[in-house]
């Protein structure tokens, strides 16, 4: 049987810094709150819109600051991402050694899956597994639990992330924990959160998976 590999996308396949946070400032603008400091919007890359807006706008805004958010993200925002150097030739050795690879992302799929395409990388994937637009497997152990049930044959499922979520799904659906510090979280983040092993660049990459 073969290795499942899930790939976070935003942090670990791709940089999308800037499409994130400009759609977050679009929202708040919108709804007419101040702009957090630089540092805030960096550690908004990973976790759920979900759970990123109640800190921004309130439980009662959240719904309308989600709205907001994705209305710039679906227009131009999915266009301002750029893939990690590296991570195209990473994917390629690991699918070419036997692995089936997946995208496992709080994104919503159909976004997610449109990143993947445009950008080069859909060919590596059998499937791209997100949320959905309600809220609906927004985490990491609720998506990654219904990514298995999906595909239950592989010997061993392996997940690959930039931040805690990632790892802290992985280790409750019993998956290997394998971090990248190339990304939004910090190697104490990842090591605190169970990785396994922790790639410095996409080039390190197949050397842990395969």
């Known amino acids: 049987m073969t290795t499942h590999v899930y790939f976070d996308l935003d942090g670990t396949l791709t940089d999308p810094y800037e499409g994130i946070t400009k759609c977050i400032l679009y929202a708040l603008d919108e709804l007419g709150f101040p702009h957090p400091d630089d540092d805030y919007l960096y550690s908004c890359i990973g976790p759920p819109l979900w759970d990123t807006f109640p800190e ?7 719904r309308k600051a989600v709205d907001l ?7 131009i925002g999915w266009q301002e991402n750029k893939p990690y150097d590296g991570i195209v030739d990473a994917l390629d050795a690991i699918a070419t050694a036997g692995h089936l690879l997946f995208v496992a992302t709080a994104k919503p799929h159909k976004h997610a899956a449109r990143i993947v395409e445009h950008f080069g990388m859909g060919e590596f994937f059998a499937t791209v597994y997100g949320s959905e637009l309600d809220g609906t497997r927004g985490t990491k152990t609720e998506l990654l639990e219904f990514a298995i049930g999906r595909n239950p044959g592989g010997a061993r499922h392996v997940m690959v992330g930039d931040r805690k979520h990632d790892l802290i799904g992985a280790v409750a659906n019993q998956m290997t924990p394998v971090g990248v510090a190339y990304g939004y979280g910090s190697v104490e983040e990842l090591e605190g959160a169970g990785a396994t092993a922790i790639a410095a660049s996409p080039v390190d990459l197949p050397g842990i998976l395969i």
Request: hydrophobic content about 35%.
């Open 69 to 75: 958010y994705r209305e710039r993200f679906v227009d």
């Open 56 to 62: 921004l706008v309130g439980d009662d805004l959240t």
